[in-house]
């Protein structure tokens, strides 16, 4: 049974109450620069791409469901979307600011006879997440005595993952892994006793795992983000580490 306090990821629940669970930090530099807000008299509206799904086996659970990027799920009360996009389209909405339930915008125009047309690698993004350093999800504590990285390795935890508010469980194979703490580890050697238990924070990329169609199925057993690669590390304030 899945532990029912852990933050998920309302991208892999399909569920936007959990837009509530992200940080205004972490909410303000994802809309940065990518979508801008106008306020007319006491509305705020915002314009930005919007998609639905096809009606495909295994994608039940978004049915009737009308995705934006940015803002999560949006509301669409007079089925306008429907009525002029098909599904897997990418279409221009304007939304206002309407918060209701477990949404917090609505559709209120469709640009018609509009679609919209991305790059390949656009659609299939490499994502640059931080998570903090949790030495115990990658490793036993037993198997950090182990002399020598060739038998060390084969002991790094085979299910070692994150949880990210956006992207919900991300996997960490043992070969990231391994890199992530001999970052920590040549780093800490040279501190004093005292900085070595200090927080550090672990920059990396992430990208959709190619058996994300059937992981979705057991979610959140296995998760359908992963490491691809370790960009590095930061300390406690934030400063990328060289090591």
Known sequence: MSNPNANYGFLCDFDSRNIYFIKEIERAKLLKGNVKFYAHGSNVTTDTIATMPKNLPGLEKFQGKIWSQYLGFLR????????????????????????????????????????????KEELLPTFQLEFPFDHDVLESLENRSTIGWYQRTKGLKKDAHFWDPYLGKVKIYPRHAKEIIQKVEAYRQDLLEPFKSEPITVVGEVVCHRKSYENNKKYPKFGIFLVKNVIGIKDVKGKIINV
């Open 76 to 119: 669409d009360p007079k089925n306008k979307f429907a009525e002029t996009m098909c599904g897997d389209e990418l279409g221009w909405v304007t939304v206002k600011y309407a918060p209701d339930g477990d949404t917090v915008f609505e559709i209120v125009d469709v640009v018609q006879n509009c679609t919209v047309h991305l790059p």
